[in-house]
């Protein structure tokens, strides 16, 4: 359980869901953990649960749309912990909404946070990486990236946007023997999808009849996959996006499985 002792990871929109989920697993596999998010209560929680699992961590509030803030979290971590090994672009949002009503503000805002802070997150650490001879970074893409939600028009697209991102920065910096990899989850029940279920904008059973294995996913198969991705057992997957959802992404019809059971004679 030591496959990242003595190494250090920022992991944006960390205090809470999937991202803390990786926290946990990358702190129980001996890394230093700095949480960045936007959440200060929650952040604070998250380093305390860290530490008590007897981890290093610390947080640092941050706004990824503000790349300023981008820079300074990015020299907080480096004069606290002394070098950045992974980064985990995890920090996301969605806000339902029919693309005929969407405003621009609206947009911007969930382009900013999921393709333009993701992608200066991993500008300002990968030149660190870069001078300390390499790294990895894992963004955490969606489902949505391929199989769309109706009413999330800026989400598929902000998340279509990091699968590309994955490919053009996973290939411009393997030189740099920088790693980069996405994972496109299916659907976890975090604060996030209870939202959306709350609103009606999404509905468990539509989810659940459309989900090979009959089930919400967990957070924690979430955080595995991230561990494979970041460790030496993966090193020739380069820029690639991962599904990891349950077989969601085959794109089976609502209650398609139903045919299955009612003719299986074995
Ligand atoms: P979550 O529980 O809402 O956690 C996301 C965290 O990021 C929250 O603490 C959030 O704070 C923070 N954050 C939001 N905007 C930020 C910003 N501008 N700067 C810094 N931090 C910010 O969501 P989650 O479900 O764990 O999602 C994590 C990632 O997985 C997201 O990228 C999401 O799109 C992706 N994903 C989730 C699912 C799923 O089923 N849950 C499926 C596919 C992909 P606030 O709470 O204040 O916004």
Same mark, same amino acid.
């Given at each position: #359980? ?12 960390? +205090? ?48 990824? @749309? =503000? &790349? ?5 979290? @990015? ?18 949002? /969605? ?27 991993? /500008?300002? &650490?990968?030149? $660190? #990486? ?7 970074? &894992? +963004?955490?893409?969606?489902?949505? +990236?391929?199989? #769309?939600? $109706? ?9 279509a946007g990091i699968n590309a991102m994955t490919a053009i920065l996973g290939a411009e910096w393997a030189m ?15 604060? #996030? $999808? ?11 059973? /539509? ?22 991705? &970041? ?6 997957? $380069? ?23 009612? =003719?299986?004679?074995?």
């Amino acid at each position: #359980m030591n496959r990242l002792k003595d190494q250090v990871a920022i992991v944006t929109g960390g +205090s809470q869901g999937i991202g803390f989920a990786i926290a946990k697993k990358f702190a129980a596999e001996g890394a230093s953990i700095l949480i960045a998010d936007i959440m200060e209560k929650g952040s604070l929680a998250a380093v305390k649960a860290l530490r008590e699992m007897g981890a290093n961590a610390d947080h640092f509030v941050i706004d990824i @749309t =503000n &790349v300023e803030e981008i820079y300074e979290m @990015t020299k907080y971590c480096t004069d606290k912990f002394g070098k950045i090994d992974v980064l985990v672009n995890n920090a996301g949002i /969605q806000k339902p909404c029919p693309s005929m009503n969407l405003s621009e503000d609206d947009f911007d805002r969930i382009m900013d946070v999921n393709i333009k802070g993701a992608f200066f997150c991993a /500008q300002a &650490v990968g030149r $660190v #990486m870069r001078k300390n001879g390499g790294g990895r970074i &894992v +963004s955490i893409s969606s489902g949505n +990236s391929r199989m #769309m939600s $109706v009413g999330r028009a800026p989400y598929c697209i902000s998340k279509a946007g990091i699968n590309a991102m994955t490919a053009i920065l996973g290939a411009e910096w393997a030189m740099y023997n920088i790693r980069i990899n996405a994972i496109a989850p299916g659907w976890i029940k975090t604060s #996030m $999808v209870e939202r959306g279920l709350s609103l009606n904008a999404i509905n468990e059973a /539509q989810i659940l009849s459309i989900s090979p294995v009959e089930r919400w996913g967990k957070e924690e198969e979430i955080a595995d996959l991230a561990m494979y991705l &970041v460790s030496d057992e993966s090193t020739y997957i $380069v820029g690639q996006t991962i599904f990891c959802d349950g077989g969601w992404s085959t794109g089976i019809l609502p209650n398609a499985l139903d045919y299955i059971r009612e =003719n299986d004679k074995m």
